[in-house]
């Protein structure tokens, strides 16, 4: 197997949730798209939102430690905006943070953290 060749590529992100069109339904109105079901207990933002699906797969074990290991960094230009809609739409506010990174004018660039109302982890941050 030659090192240097992909073996495939990422079709799509999946989440697993006790609650596929609830999570679903979340998810696409902060990113767009519609929430279809390709069957019982999976639902699929369609059209996948920038080229990368999103699919809820319906599971009864709730997020674990694994859950934390992977978590979606969501580019905004409003912080407090899309702070405010995030939360309105059932995410939790975890924690905010400053990047170690300052931004293009040397300032200090923030991020939040989330829950999604499974309890995935997700951030906000502004690049």
Not at 13 to 18: H, I, P
Not at 59 to 76: E, N
Request: with cysteine; aromatic share 10%; glycine share 10%.
């Amino acid at each position: 197997m030659d090192g240097d060749a992909a073996i495939g590529w990422i079709r799509e992100l999946v989440m697993d949730c006790a609650e596929p069109w609830e999570l679903a339904r979340f998810w696409a109105g902060l990113l767009g798209g519609t929430p279809v079901q390709w069957y019982p207990g999976w639902v699929t933002i369609e059209p996948p939102p920038h080229g990368q699906r999103l699919s809820f797969q319906h599971s009864s074990a709730p997020p674990g430690a694994a859950a934390a290991r992977v978590h979606f960094d969501v580019l905004v230009r409003d912080l407090a905006a899309a702070h405010d809609r995030v939360v309105s739409a059932g995410a939790t506010f975890v924690s905010e943070h400053v990047s170690p990174r300052p931004g293009p004018a040397g300032e200090q660039v923030p991020w939040r953290v989330y829950q999604d109302p499974a309890g995935h982890p997700f951030c906000l941050v502004v690049r």
